[in-house]
């Protein structure tokens, strides 16, 4: 059982680059979610997924893009890095009926934009 | 909306001291609460949770107690040690999104020999 995995784990771009980051899972969670990690900001969530075809943005949502056209996978797209998306990049995912249990996260992507 | 606020970092202990991180949180529906600790160079891991008032979450010798009456969740461990030495996140969850976790900023903590 591998839970949520992303990839890749490291990636440096140059500004105006396109790039799209992975998740999966093979839990069957209805729920996904991108989540980015900056410096004395905690995690912020940058966009979410409750099911296949359904997504909603975040807090943070510009500048990303995602769809959901499986349940197991909810890849989150830069179209056009800038330095300001140099971040560490969570997916997180949770089962409908687990509304009070924790989310699993993956490892993360820690992006470089040059 | 929705917020979490953890007291400001880092912080720094001897080992076997106590340790005390504050978090607080804003009184909006039936929050869940979740401590959430990241050691170097991983991903986020589930320390502890609790998921109505008075529950108290333990792991690994932490514990929070979820205190309605004051917002609070804060995080105890009575004898730290030089392995928990990581930034701890504390988070809720709950209200119209089951799913949306808003975190606090994160507290580093570092703890010496």
């Known amino acids: 059982n591998a839970g949520v995995t992303q990839t890749p784990k490291f990636q440096v771009l140059k500004t105006g680059q396109s790039m799209t980051l992975q998740c999966a899972q093979d839990m069957n969670h209805e729920y996904m979610s991108w989540y980015r990690q900056d410096p004395g900001m905690g995690l912020r969530l940058i966009h979410y997924s409750v099911g296949a075809g359904i997504t909603d943005q975040g807090e943070v949502p510009n500048g990303y893009n995602v769809s959901r056209s499986t349940t197991e996978d909810f890849p989150l797209r830069l179209l056009s890095a800038a330095p300001s998306q140099t971040s560490v990049y969570f997916c997180?995912?949770?089962?409908?009926?687990?509304?009070?249990?924790?989310?699993?996260f993956g490892d993360g992507t820690r992006l470089s934009i040059l | 909306g929705d917020s979490v606020t953890q007291m400001e970092g880092p912080v720094t202990l001897s080992e076997e001291a106590f340790l005390t991180i504050n978090c607080t949180y804003t009184?909006?529906?039936?929050?869940?609460l979740f401590w959430y600790v990241q050691y170097p160079g991983e991903g986020l891991q589930l320390l502890l949770k609790?998921?109505?008032?008075?529950d108290k979450g333990s792991n690994k010798g932490f514990e929070a107690t979820y205190r309605k009456e004051t917002t609070s969740f804060h995080l105890e461990k009575g004898s730290v040690q030089v392995s928990d030495s990581a930034v701890y996140f504390c988070?809720?969850?709950?209200?119209?999104?089951?799913?949306?976790?808003?975190f606090g900023q994160g507290t580093i903590l570092t703890v010496h020999p």
């Open positions: 997180a995912s949770l089962g409908q009926t687990m509304r009070n249990q924790p989310q699993h």
């Open positions: 009184a909006t529906g039936y929050p869940s």
């Open positions: 988070a809720r969850a709950g209200g119209t999104s089951y799913g949306k976790l808003t």
């Open positions: 609790a998921t109505k008032a008075d």
